[in-house]
């Protein structure tokens, strides 16, 4: 039995549990909704374009958020790596942060840039800065030193040293930061589009709630999975499938 096949077999058999629940439960279709009015309000909401157009409102800020934090995270991480009065003060305080949950930083956006997008493409930035940071530093120091030394005697320096010793070979490690990176920001982007405002599919979440569509909820809540799974699979499992066998690991 191939993957997809045990895959499909294993959403198929959740569905049919799901189903039989909700029509013997006895709880009404606003608590907890049949899987067919699910995907009928779904099916709707693509036609209509409110899914639609609220899926392009979230991908827009998660590019623009995560941008961002990759070039934010790429800088630090070199700085850290780089000095050592750096990582004493810069990695110190990045460490710390990095304990604190993305949502948390939601009042602040608030208050510094009011309930709009700024405030939402704040938090995605930082869901994901402090983890890019980190794993951009283990992955430049994790460089062997033979290839750092090599490099150095054929008089290879400066950004021709970065360009073509450091960042190819902590391409792996970066790949696994990029990775954990994107959860990171789409989670922080859900949660500041449910409790802020300006549309995207964490708003249409709320929007559900407030209503006592729970159709609707759960069919947001499907799209949510499903993106974030196909970029995961098509995106960063390409990548470092590429990777590994491009090193010979696989």
């Known amino acids: 039995m191939t993957t997809a096949l045990r895959r499909i077999s294993f959403i198929v058999i959740i569905a049919v549990i799901w189903e039989a629940t909700s029509r013997l439960s006895g709880l009404p279709d606003f608590m907890f909704p049949s899987l067919i009015q699910v995907f009928e309000t779904l099916y709707n909401g693509i036609l209509n374009g409110q899914i639609l157009v609220a899926i392009g409102k979230s991908l827009s800020?998660?590019?623009?958020?995560?941008?961002?934090a990759i070039v934010l995270g790429?800088?630090?991480?070199y700085l850290i790596w780089r000095y050592k009065w750096v990582e004493d003060t810069l990695g110190f305080l990045v460490t710390a942060l990095q304990s604190i949950p993305?949502?948390?930083?939601?009042?602040?956006?608030?208050?510094?840039?009011?309930?709009?997008?700024?405030?939402?493409?704040?938090i995605v930035t930082i869901g994901a800065t402090w983890t890019m940071t980190t794993?951009?530093?283990s992955g430049f120091k994790n460089v062997p030193q033979l290839y750092q030394r090599v490099a150095k005697t054929f008089g290879s320096?400066?950004?021709?040293?970065?360009?073509?010793?450091?960042?190819?070979?902590?391409v792996p490690?970066?790949?696994?930061?990029?990775?954990?990176?994107?959860?990171?920001?789409?989670?922080?982007?859900m949660a500041g589009e449910l409790l802020g405002a300006g549309g995207g599919l964490g708003?249409?979440?709320?929007?559900?709630?407030?209503?006592?569509q729970m159709d609707l909820v759960i069919s947001v809540m499907i799209m949510i999975a499903v993106i974030g799974t196909i970029i995961d699979q098509i995106v960063f499992t390409r990548l470092e499938r590429s990777v590994q066998t491009k090193w010979g690991v696989a």
């Not at 800020?61 to 961002?68: A, E, K, Q, T, V």
């Not at 009042?107 to 309930?115: R, T, Y």
């Open 61 to 68: 800020r998660l590019l623009i958020g995560f941008s961002i």
């Open 74 to 77: 790429l800088l630090m991480g």
């Open 102 to 122: 993305s949502i948390v930083w939601f009042p602040l956006a608030i208050i510094w840039f009011g309930l709009n997008d700024m405030a939402i493409l704040f």
């Open 135 to 137: 794993s951009a530093t």
């Open 157 to 170: 320096t400066g950004f021709h040293f970065i360009r073509t010793v450091i960042l190819p070979a902590s």
């Open 173 to 189: 490690q970066l790949l696994s930061g990029l990775r954990i990176a994107w959860a990171f920001s789409w989670r922080a982007l």
């Open 203 to 212: 708003q249409l979440l709320e929007t559900g709630r407030s209503l006592g």
